[in-house]
């Protein structure tokens, strides 16, 4: 035989081998498609029965869940709920679908369409809102495996509701939680357990823009009602905020108005428009700044962390405001009492003289022959002598004080008619300082404190 020959009948070979695998091929989808046909074939299955327990027994259906966290897309304080993007996955042993795997060849069947097999009927208790995705496809399959195993995948956005407590804002942690029961069955006909090992996954780049996810927890939760007992399961997301955000959107800000209100302290006080203008410009900062912050929250009936914050922040910018108000009135008071001591003084000036001139005249009137010269009983009025006395007698008029380390220390400013209002000028200085940073210790150290012995 020439080698012709050969090279014909080994290209024959494989036009005839490459032929079987063809139909081969053809071959094991159309034992797929039988395979369908004879487990969920038309009077051979009925979708509205449950399946039976464990062991074939009339116990309850066992569905077994865990689910994959996709996303996170936002935390709404005002509303109080929470967006999420997951997949959803449930398994059960259904008997009914068993099948003969071809020797392996066939490892599980696939279905597109739910209401060909029994489900389970569960929904989330605290869902608002809800949808699937249908791009390009719904997102949704079902796996049947040989012995009866039944895989139920879905992707599914949700909006859930989650009540949160604000006192400790903004150095809060919030507790969202994810739950899920059966709506018609009780557990005497199905009961939901958790996959083991692994039944919350979290894709690994999560990203929150105020929050961080701290860790989750799954539980149990089951519910007892009118109509019975329902199996219901729940995972405990903790979020954790991001304090640096209001660091510097609310914190930073509120110290820098209370500094500035402070600067009024260092104005001359006869600059009534510039610490009056720079008093109620803080103030009315200070009232907006609040006014947003508590825009952006819920309104609720007890006192949140920012609320002392921005409270005190606003009493020391209006406290500043006040003591302006109160540095002007000792100004005035100061000024009329010195101009009404004026004129006590002159007043008491011009007796003297009347009376040192009523007694110089009955002295000549009386003696009038004398010789010599006779010195006046009263000094002129003029005399340097009797106005250094008079100065003397008024001094000595005020009562004698203890002396003490304030009253030294504010000795050393001027006792001129402004003195008083330059004395509260000062004290201010010194004190609302003081008060603020005293604030500032117990309010760190009581929330900081509270929120790790509530963690």
């Known amino acids: 035989m020439g080698a012709g020959h050969c090279f014909w009948i080994l290209y024959l070979a494989c036009l005839c081998s490459a032929s079987l695998g063809n139909n081969a091929k053809i071959n094991f989808r159309e034992k797929e498609k039988k395979v369908l046909d004879q487990i969920l074939g ?10 039976s327990g464990i062991n074939g027994t009339d116990g309850p259906a066992i569905v077994r869940v865990n689910i994959f966290v996709r996303s996170i897309s936002k935390i709404d304080d005002v509303t109080m709920e929470y967006s999420v993007q997951l997949t959803f996955r449930e ?6 679908l068993k099948f003969d795997d071809i020797g392996g ?39 049947i495996f040989p012995y009866g195993s039944v895989l139920y995948s879905i992707r599914i956005s949700l909006t859930l509701a989650c009540p949160m407590n604000l006192k400790l804002y903004p150095l809060d942690r919030q507790v969202c939680s994810l739950r899920m029961a059966s709506y018609g069955w009780t557990t005497a006909d199905l009961v939901f357990l958790w996959k083991e090992g692994d039944p919350v996954q979290v894709v690994k780049n999560l990203h929150l823009p105020r929050f961080t996810l701290e860790k989750f927890l799954t539980d149990y939760c089951n519910s007892k009602t009118n109509t019975g007992e329902y199996s219901c399961l729940k995972v405990d997301l903790l979020f954790k905020r991001e304090f640096s955000y209001y660091l510097i959107q609310i914190y930073i800000p509120c110290c820098m108005l209370v500094i500035v209100s402070w600067v009024s302290f260092w104005l001359d006080q006869g600059a009534v428009p510039a610490r009056v203008s720079l008093g109620v410009t803080t103030l009315l900062t200070m009232a907006t700044q609040t006014s947003g912050i508590n825009a952006s929250l819920p309104p609720v009936s007890y006192t949140k962390a920012i609320d002392v914050w921005t409270g005190v922040c606003l009493t020391f910018v209006f406290g500043a405001l006040l003591e302006f ?6 100004s005035r008071s100061a000024t009329n009492k010195y101009d009404l001591h004026r004129e006590n003084m002159k007043k008491k000036r011009r007796e003297v003289e009347q009376a040192s001139l009523d007694a110089a005249s009955d002295l000549l009137d009386t003696d009038s022959n004398a010789t010599f010269a006779m010195k006046p009983l009263v000094r002129h009025p003029g005399d340097p002598l009797a106005l250094e006395k008079l100065r003397q007698c008024e001094i000595h008029m005020a009562p004698p004080k203890r002396p003490n380390c304030c009253r030294t220390w504010l000795s050393k400013f001027p006792t001129s008619h402004c003195s008083r209002s330059k004395r509260i000028d000062v004290i201010s200085r010194i004190t609302f300082p003081l008060v603020f940073a005293l604030f500032n210790l117990v309010y760190w150290s009581t929330y900081l404190f509270r929120e790790e012995e509530e963690n």
């Open 42 to 51: 038309q009077g051979k299955y009925d979708a509205r029965i449950r399946p």
């Open 91 to 96: 398994q059960w042993l259904d008997e009914r």
């Open 105 to 143: 060849r066939l490892k599980y069947l696939t279905l597109t369409e739910a209401n060909r097999v029994w489900m389970p009927d569960l929904f989330f208790s605290n869902e608002k809102e809800g949808h699937f995705h249908n791009i390009i496809m719904p997102n949704v399959y079902i796996r």
């Open 325 to 330: 108000a109160l540095v002007n009135y000792a």
